[in-house]
């Protein structure tokens, strides 16, 4: 399964914009790049994915780099709630498509 | 629209008893996966049934833990009998058919305890 890296933990303070890095130097031309988030107590949530091109939506922006070896996920306006544990995840089409979880980067929101 | 349903939402039970864990997944969703974090430990998968056909059974811990999804429809998991290293928090979602672009919708997840 492709690999993704991410820091263990970030900080941020409500109202500011965050920025969460994710590097997946080996991605291969079909997978996508899924992000998921999960607060306390709760199952994972889906964020945004993309393949090639950058992708918003009404939680989240997904900047990806031209060579796809890397990603960012952007929060434009952090709050209490984006507090959670979000994870980076390369999914490969075909086969069982299944999400391959790591450590994820915990993100600390300040009021 | 309802989403992904678990039940229960959390089981105590002695070493040595069965279990069994139920998911609805959301109408018309094809794909159903489990997962499970065991305390400490990253969410790792479990299965993907298609419909009633399990597609991936490579993170099946060993042959305790059993998975049906008869009709298609709901699954269940089950384990028995249970060992302390079963405790955890059970995952299921489902999505629908695709491409590698599909979202999967998570269930609030079955908190298992074996005591």
């Known amino acids: 399964d492709a690999k993704t890296t991410q820091p263990n933990s970030m900080e941020s303070n409500e109202e500011e914009p965050v920025h969460l890095p994710c590097n997946h130097s080996t991605i291969s031309g079909t997978d996508y790049i899924h992000w998921y988030r999960q607060l306390p107590s709760q199952g994972p949530e889906y964020v945004i994915h993309g393949l090639t091109s950058n992708v918003n939506n009404r939680m989240a922006s997904l900047a990806i780099a031209e060579d796809r070896k890397s990603s960012t996920l952007i929060l434009h306006r952090a709050t209490l709630r984006d507090a959670a544990v979000y994870y980076c995840?390369?999914?490969?089409?075909?086969?069982?498509?299944?999400?391959?979880f790591g450590k994820g980067t915990k993100l600390t929101v300040n009021p | 629209e309802a989403g992904v349903t678990q039940f229960p939402s959390h089981s105590v039970i002695e070493k040595g008893q069965t279990v069994t864990l139920r998911c609805d997944p959301i109408?018309?969703?094809?794909?159903l996966y489990w997962y499970r974090r065991v305390m400490g430990k990253e969410i790792k998968f479990l299965l993907h049934?298609?419909?009633?056909?399990?597609?991936?059974e490579s993170g099946m811990p060993n042959n305790r833990f059993l998975a049906e999804r008869t009709g298609g429809t709901y699954s269940t998991l089950k384990v028995q009998p249970a060992e302390l290293e079963d405790s955890g928090v059970y995952f299921c979602?489902?999505?629908?058919?695709?491409?590698?672009?599909?979202?999967?919708?998570f269930g609030q997840g079955t908190r298992l305890t074996v005591v």
């Open positions: 049934f298609v419909k009633e056909s399990k597609q991936d």
């Open positions: 979602a489902s999505s629908l058919l695709g491409t590698g672009g599909t979202e999967a919708f």
């Open positions: 995840i390369l999914r490969t089409q075909g086969g069982s498509e299944k999400l391959v």
């Open positions: 109408s018309g969703h094809d794909n």
